[in-house]
């Protein structure tokens, strides 16, 4: 079992920045990659991006390439997500997601049934 814990999150104006937190519990967290979704108010949950077991490989959706990393401490079990120029259309409740292997087929990621999942955190953009 691994349990993530998502923090962070908060009211933020746009073009302000904001580090999420995902922090893990449980087995040896650099045994998974780990990915952050986001679900919009109204929307379906959307793949953000993901980083793999050490760390040193990351990919992005489009939609927050260039403004959002992913880095992840596994001395301190804790992936990070920096978002930087954050717009409204970022609002929405992230999550983080680990698994052993996380794959993206034709552009679309997904977790597997033996991945875990945080709770979420709320972040909200104003304009």
């Known amino acids: 079992q691994v349990q993530l814990v998502e923090s962070g999150g908060g009211l933020v104006q746009a073009g302000d920045s904001l580090r999420l937190s995902c922090a893990a519990s449980?087995?040896?967290?650099?045994?998974?990659?780990v990915a952050w979704f986001r679900q919009p108010p109204g929307k379906e949950r959307e793949f953000v991006g993901k980083?793999?077991?050490?760390?040193?490989?990351?990919y992005y959706a489009d939609s927050v390439k260039g403004r959002f990393t992913i880095s992840r401490d596994n001395t301190k079990n804790t992936v990070y997500l920096q978002m930087n120029s954050l717009k409204p259309e970022d609002t929405a409740i992230y999550y983080c997601?680990?698994?052993?292997?996380?794959?993206?087929?034709?552009?679309?990621?997904?977790?597997?049934?033996?991945?875990?999942w945080g709770q979420g955190t709320q972040v909200t953009v104003s304009s």
């Open positions: 997601a680990a698994d052993t292997v996380i794959e993206t087929e034709e552009g679309i990621t997904t977790i597997s049934k033996k991945g875990y």
């Open positions: 980083i793999s077991r050490s760390g040193s490989v990351s």
């Open positions: 449980g087995r040896t967290f650099s045994d998974y990659a």
